[in-house]
């Protein structure tokens, strides 16, 4: 993308039509990046609202960066470095009850995590195209997560691996299980207590979740969300609007499935007596 725009609405019936606040950061704005703005994230803090954006710097290697906010819509100033230590694409904020806030990111192939086998630091070119390490008994890899501090702007501490475990064998998922590991589009949720990762599976196109009581993991799989929808791939989020939740994603059935033109949809969904998400209201 070249710049964000916000949308709002005051209900989430489909005969409101959404207000468009227009531009609110373009890639002008950010004197780190030389192209290609990805899907951001945002957050409130202490009364700041913080856009979370990837993109690519100057030697073409993605980072995440951070602009601030006084209002949801903007407009919003970027910070003028990324991130020191970040990495990669797909940015999910979340601040917890006792204010502390995270950022989870990463996503494979062309979000380029692939390339950081050998460290946090080290970013290995040769391992740039479409591909992972994979093989028998190769564990997937994990997304990425580490602590904000309290302005929003640094990572508090070092970035960690996030744990995806199989329920069945408490080990890792496997890296050729293309159907439970995590490529892209981290996002993080919290009901009673319980912390809810949910991602996209990228080339088999589900959106799954995965649980624990830290937000930081070991994450436990817990199943799916959203079967495959029209385009390659899909992106969302999961909020709690109005005492509903509620499942943001895209699909390109408007654009006919041309996979970079995306829309915006939204479905309600449901947690059951365990916790678990189901698609369908429990009776």
């Not at 940015?91 to 917890?96: E, G, L, Q, R």
């Not at 009850?97 to 950081?116: E, K, N, P």
């Not at 490529?183 to 589900?206: C, I, L």
């Amino acid at each position: 993308m070249a710049d964000y725009h916000v949308f709002s609405t005051s209900s989430l019936d489909p005969a409101e039509t959404p207000t468009d606040h227009g531009v609110v950061l373009k890639t002008e704005d950010v004197p780190w990046v030389s192209k290609q703005l990805w899907a951001p994230d945002a957050a409130f803090k202490d009364g700041k609202y913080y856009l979370f954006f990837p993109a690519r710097d100057k030697q073409g290697i993605f980072r995440i960066g951070v602009a601030v906010g006084d209002r949801p819509y903007g407009p919003f100033q970027a910070e003028p470095e990324p991130i020191k230590g970040s990495y990669s694409i797909d940015p999910a904020s979340y601040v917890d009850d006792d204010g502390q806030a995270y950022l989870y990111f990463g996503g494979l192939w062309g979000g380029q995590l692939q390339c950081y086998q050998k460290g946090n630091d080290l970013f290995d070119p040769a391992w740039s195209g479409p591909k992972e390490p994979s093989g028998e008994g190769v564990y997937a890899m994990g997304p990425r997560a580490a602590k904000l501090t309290d302005d929003m702007k640094e990572f508090a501490a070092d970035v960690q691996e996030i744990q995806i475990l199989d329920p069945d064998t408490q080990k890792p998922i496997l890296a050729d299980d293309h159907d439970r590991r995590f490529f892209e589009a981290a996002w993080v949720h919290k009901r009673n207590g319980t912390y809810y990762f949910s991602y996209s599976t990228g080339d088999t196109h589900y959106l799954c979740y995965a649980t624990s009581d830290n937000p930081l993991g070991p994450f436990t799989y817990g199943g799916r969300i959203l079967e495959p929808v029209l385009g390659w791939t899909t992106h969302h989020s999961i909020v709690e609007f109005q005492g509903r939740w509620w499942l943001f994603h895209h699909d390109c059935e408007l654009s006919g499935g041309v996979d970079h033109l995306r829309s915006v949809k939204v479905k309600e969904i449901f947690h059951d007596k365990d916790g678990k998400i189901v698609t369908e209201k429990p009776e």
